[in-house]
C-alpha cells in the first residue's frame, strides 16, 4: 500500500494549507472547507450527479450530510451540509475503534484470571476462588473450560470457601443511555460487563442460541435447547408444533426465556440469539459447571461483584486475540458489545475508571488531538446504538483523513466492511451491496443503521485510481430503507473520473425488492438480523 501524504492539518479557523491558495467560505457552513482550484465543489461534475441521487423521492422530508474528498490531498470534492449533526448509527464505531487502536494500542489483549488469596493443603485450597474479568468480549465456554483444567492440572480438587466473580474492572452501568427498552432481550443489545461470555464465534457476547426443533407431529411440544448448556437461564417452552409464528424472547429484569408459538413438522430448526440478564453471573455458571467437569469441587457459595485482594495469587489465566485480530468480528459485524467493552476499557486505561463517562472524554480527546473538532460532536456510547448519538459527515471525514498517516491504520482499514466481498469476515455487513458494479471488491466502509437513521462512511478508488473518502448520512427518512441511495453514491464516486462523473440510478440492495427490501434494513444491521447473514 502507498503510504499517502500526511492528511491536513485543522485550525480553528477552518483548514490551513501549506501554499496559500483561495478559499471558497459556504456561508451554511461552521467549518472552512476548500475545493480544488478554489472552485465550488458542489457545482463540479461529481455535485451535479450526488446531488440527482438526493433529489430522489426515498429521502422526501428527510435529511442528508454528505462529504466526499481526495484521500490523499484532503480536498473537499464535494460537500452537502457537512456539518449537520445527525444520527450517525453505527458509523460511530469509526470514531471508537479507531480511539482504540490509538488509545489501548493494536496489541491489546484482555485478560481473564482465576486467582486466590488462600493456602494450599494438598489439593485443598482454604480460601476463597475468584474469576476476574477486565472485559473480554470473546470469552467462549471453552475458554472457561481451559481455565476450570488450569485450576484442575494446578493439583486443587476442593476449594473450602467460594467461588467470587470480580467484575469491577468495569462500573455497574449495565446498558447504554437511551438505548431502546424493547431491544432489551436482543442479542446486539446485551448488557455489558468485565465478566462475560459469547455462545459463539461471532462473539456475540452477553447472549444464548436458543435452538428450537419441532416435534414429530402436530401438536407435538418443539425440543428446545441452549447453546452453550448452562443453568443460568430457564426455557419457557410453550411452543407447538403447527402452522403459525414462533416468539423467543426473555422476560424483563429476568433470566427466564419464554417459547411460544408454532413452528411447523418438518421445518429446520429455528435459532434465535438472545440477551442474558445479568452476564457475570452467566460467565461464573458456566465456569462453576467446568470446575465440576474437571472435578474442583467448591463448597462456598457464588458472590458476584467483589474484587480481588491486591495480593491474590495467578491461578490460570486466558489472554484474549489482539485487538488488530478482534476488529475483524467488531467491525466487519458491526458488533455493539465489543464497541462497548472497548470505550470502557479505554476509560479504564486512560483514567482508571471503568465507565462510558471516561472512555467518551478518553475517545474525545483522541479525537481533538487528531484534527476531529469533537466539540461539534455528541458520542454517547460506542456502538452509536443510542439515538441520541450525533456526528456530521464533516466529522467522520475528517477521522477518515486524518487516521491515513497512523502506523496501525493497514490493520484498521482491513476491518472495513467490502463491497461485494462474499466471505462475512471480508464483506461483512456490505458483502451483498453494490455487487456487479465498479465498487464492487473496491469500496470499503462502515454501515450505519437504525430506524429512520442509515449512514455508509469509508474509502472508494475512482476510475482514475485516485482513492476517495466519502461520508453519507441519511436521517428522518420515512422509507424502509434509503441504503440504495448510499449505494448509488458510491459507485458513482467508483465509476467517475477527472472532470466527468454520472449519477448511477439507485437499485434494490442486494437484489432484494419491495417487502424483502423493507426486512433487510428494519432500522437494524443486516448482520444483526440472525441466522440471516448479509
Known amino acids: 500500500m502507498n503510504r499517502p501524504r500526511r492528511p ?15 478559499l471558497v467560505i459556504g456561508l451554511a457552513f461552521t467549518l472552512t472547507w476548500s475545493s480544488p482550484a478554489g472552485a465550488d465543489a458542489s457545482r463540479a461534475p461529481i455535485g451535479d450527479a450526488i446531488g440527482t441521487i438526493l433529489a430522489d423521492p426515498l429521502l422526501k422530508g428527510g435529511a442528508a450530510g454528505v462529504v466526499v ?98 467484575d469491577t474492572r468495569f462500573d455497574a452501568q449495565r446498558v447504554g443511555r437511551s438505548w431502546a427498552a424493547d431491544d432489551e432481550s436482543s442479542y446486539y443489545a446485551a448488557q455489558i460487563s468485565a465478566l462475560t461470555l459469547a455462545p459463539d464465534t461471532d462473539y456475540d457476547a452477553g447472549s444464548v442460541i436458543v435452538e428450537v426443533t419441532p416435534g414429530a407431529a402436530t401438536g407435538d411440544r418443539p425440543k428446545v435447547t441452549v447453546t452453550p448448556p448452562n443453568a443460568y437461564v ?47 453471573g452467566y460467565a461464573t455458571s458456566v465456569f462453576a459447571d467446568a470446575l465440576e467437569r474437571h472435578g474442583v469441587r467448591v463448597a462456598g457459595p457464588t458472590r458476584l461483584g467483589r474484587a480481588a485482594p491486591a495480593d491474590a495469587r495467578t491461578v490460570a489465566s486466558h489472554r484474549s486475540m489482539p485487538l488488530r485480530e478482534m476488529l475483524v468480528p467488531f467491525m466487519k459485524l458491526s458488533n455493539n458489545i465489543h464497541a462497548e467493552a472497548l470505550t ?35 458520542q454517547v456510547d460506542g456502538s452509536g446504538l443510542s439515538r441520541m448519538d450525533n456526528i456530521a459527515a464533516g466529522r467522520l471525514t475528517e477521522l477518515l483523513l486524518s487516521v491515513r498517516d497512523e502506523p496501525w491504520y493497514p490493520d484498521w482499514y482491513a476491518s472495513l466492511p467490502v463491497a461485494c466481498a462474499p466471505d462475512r469476515f471480508v464483506g461483512g455487513t ?34 482514475d485510481g485516485r482513492e476517495l473518502v466519502y461520508s453519507v448520512v441519511l436521517n428522518n427518512y420515512l422509507a424502509a430503507s434509503v441504503k440504495n441511495l448510499e449505494d448509488a453514491i458510491v459507485v458513482t464516486l467508483a465509476a467517475s473520473g477527472e472532470g466527468h462523473a454520472e449519477a448511477v440510478r439507485p437499485r434494490a440492495v442486494g437484489g432484494a425488492t419491495g417487502a424483502e427490501a423493507a426486512e433487510a434494513d428494519a432500522g437494524r444491521e443486516c448482520s444483526w438480523s440472525k441466522p440471516r447473514s448479509c
Open 344 to 378: 470502557k476499557a479505554i476509560g479504564y486505561a486512560t483514567a482508571g475508571r471503568g465507565t462510558w463517562d471516561a472512555g467518551l472524554a478518553a475517545i474525545a480527546d483522541w479525537l481533538k488531538k487528531r484534527g476531529v473538532d469533537s466539540g461539534e460532536v455528541r
Open 8 to 22: 491536513l492539518k485543522r485550525r480553528a479557523s477552518g483548514w490551513i494549507w501549506p501554499l496559500v491558495i483561495p
Open 234 to 280: 430457564r426455557i419457557d417452552n410453550r411452543a407447538t408444533t403447527g402452522s403459525g409464528g414462533l416468539t423467543v424472547e426473555r422476560q424483563h429484569g429476568s433470566n427466564t426465556i419464554t417459547v411460544s408459538g408454532a413452528l411447523p413438522a418438518g421445518a429446520a430448526t429455528a435459532k434465535e440469539w438472545v440477551s442474558v440478564w445479568a452476564p457475570t
Open 69 to 166: 474528498a481526495d484521500a490523499d490531498s484532503g480536498a473537499v470534492l464535494y460537500r452537502h451540509r457537512p456539518d449537520d449533526r445527525l444520527m450517525p448509527a453505527s458509523n460511530t464505531k469509526l470514531f471508537t475503534s479507531a480511539a482504540a487502536m490509538g488509545l489501548l494500542g493494536p496489541d491489546h489483549r484482555f485478560r481473564t484470571d482465576v486467582l486466590t488469596d488462600g493456602s494450599r493443603h494438598g489439593r485443598v485450597l482454604r480460601g476463597d476462588l475468584y474469576l476476574r474479568g477486565t472485559g473480554d468480549p470473546t470469552m467462549l465456554a471453552g475458554d472457561y473450560d481451559r481455565l476450570a483444567k488450569g485450576v484442575a492440572d494446578a493439583g486443587i480438587t476442593e476449594v473450602s470457601g467460594r467461588l467470587i466473580a470480580d
Open 430 to 463: 456490505l458483502r451483498t451491496r453494490m455487487c456487479s458494479t465498479p465498487a464492487a471488491g473496491n469500496a470499503r466502509g462502515k454501515t450505519g443503521s437504525l430506524t429512520g437513521a442509515s449512514a455508509l462512511s469509508g474509502y472508494v478508488t475512482d476510475a
